[in-house]
């Protein structure tokens, strides 16, 4: 990809390199070779079909090392660019694949990364094999029930003791703890620091009489998130990754891995889902409505600006770039547009949206799978959950102030107002 906006020109290089364009044509090969002749999208299986697929596919991805794909080959990986990992996630989404189980979000995605940036050489040999094995599975320990946008307001401590730290406190939200054997912790270890400056990322095991996880069924019926609570939980001294009161740096590294592959592959989805909302207004004999034509341009339009936004955010995570402004531009601008995009599905269907036909989507995240039939199970699900991507992962409140402050210098929101 090109290097970004020209200050003169103020144009945007959105081509591929050669090398990058190779590998496009190396994936889609793989994609051919491997996926069944009349392969819709892993959306268009059954529930126990689709998951058995995943499981079988997560393997083959280990196995082609498509799952670490950047990682250095010390570790199992290829050793290929930050661009190399766009293309594949770019074809996989085009293809109607997952990357991996859901969990890997975690551990592949986002722990692995961060320990090739910030882990010693004894926390890389252990964890990434078996992460990339799938014989550990993790989830995030950020969100608690008084710091969730305010992530720097976390109470959770972690106190030395020894050659092992003590955890106590409590952590919300927790996607997938229910189904994992670690967690990544942020917690407080220096109480008499600044806020963001006291705080450690530890590693820490699941399976220990001071942990216990609490599952919660959504309004939707799914059971996803969790409550994780620490009474006096261990983990060792050497499970720190990025120093001691280092965690909030690390934390924002992490952060950077996981918008800069959706700046590539959200617009993709998205518009995968317009192409469905076109095919429901002609299903229920809307398609012909002049106002439902002008909301569906509406949605394709706003997908495709999406999709020029995605170029410039990539832009800057493939320079080495850590979040900026432009992350919560993204991620304001996809949250609030998901909703208006549910609600017009939920006009089109009327009466219909309010009973649930149909397989509900899979996931609780964004979209529905690709593939996906267009029941009104999965668009009043999907409906549900565009809401809660409007809080989760920063509110568009925040976002707003964040933009407010960052961007146009605003003054900072007074502390008291912001409670």
């Known amino acids: 990809m090109g290097t ?3 200050e003169k020109s103020a144009q945007v290089d959105i081509s591929y390199p050669p ?3 190779a590998f496009r044509t190396e994936v889609r090969a793989f994609l051919a070779e491997t996926l069944p002749p009349d392969w819709n999208g892993i959306g268009a299986l059954g529930e126990e079909a689709a998951w058995a697929f995943a499981r079988d596919w997560r393997r083959l991805l280990a196995e082609r090392r498509h799952l670490s794909l950047t ?8 050793g290929l660019t930050k661009l190399h990992q766009v293309v594949l996630m770019e074809e996989l989404a085009l293809a109607g694949v997952p990357f991996g189980l859901p969990q890997d979000t975690f551990g592949v995605k986002m722990l692995a990364n961060t320990l090739l940036r910030w ?22 320990g950020y969100s608690e029930p008084d710091a969730g946008s305010d992530l720097a307001s976390l109470r959770t401590r972690a106190v030395r003791d020894g050659e092992e730290w003590v955890i106590d406190g409590q952590k919300v939200w927790t996607s997938g703890a229910h189904h994992s054997d670690w967690i990544f912790v942020l917690a407080r270890t220096n109480p008499d620091a600044p806020r963001h400056r006291g705080i450690s990322f530890l590693l820490v095991p699941l399976d220990q009489p001071g942990v216990e996880v609490r599952p919660f069924r959504m309004m939707s019926g799914q059971l ?3 409550e994780v609570f620490f009474q006096g939980a261990r983990t060792r001294a050497d499970l720190v990754v990025g120093g001691v009161d280092n965690g909030w740096t690390v934390a924002q590294s992490l952060l950077g ?9 959200n617009p993709i989805l998205f518009k995968a889902e317009v192409e469905r909302l076109v095919e429901l207004a002609r299903l229920y004999g809307k398609d012909q409505d002049p106002v439902i034509r002008q909301r569906i341009a509406w949605c394709w339009s706003k997908v495709e600006i999406m999709r020029y936004l995605g170029y410039r955010i990539l832009t800057g995570w493939l ?3 850590e979040p900026g402004p432009e992350s919560s531009i993204a991620k304001l601008y996809w949250s609030e547009y998901h909703n208006k995009v549910t609600d017009l599905a939920m006009d089109i269907m009327g009466l219909h949206g309010q009973v649930p036909l149909g397989r509900p989507p899979l996931r609780t995240y964004r979209t529905d799978d690709p593939g996906a039939a267009n029941s009104s199970a999965s668009w009043s699900t999907t409906y549900l959950i565009a809401r809660s991507g409007t809080i989760y992962a920063g509110t568009s409140q925040v976002q707003r102030n964040i933009l407010a402050e960052k961007v146009l210098g605003l003054p900072r929101e007074p502390r008291a107002a912001a409670g």
């Open 319 to 321: 320079k080495g770039a």
């Open 257 to 265: 891995v996981e918008r800069g592959e959706e700046a590539a592959t």
């Open 119 to 140: 882990g010693t050489d004894e926390q890389k040999a252990h964890f990434l094999p078996r992460i990339l094995s799938g014989e550990d599975t993790w989830c995030q």
């Open 224 to 226: 996803h998130f969790n």
């Open 19 to 21: 090398e990058t364009e």
């Open 71 to 78: 990682w250095p080959e010390r570790y199992g990986g290829r």
């Open 4 to 6: 970004g906006p020209d």
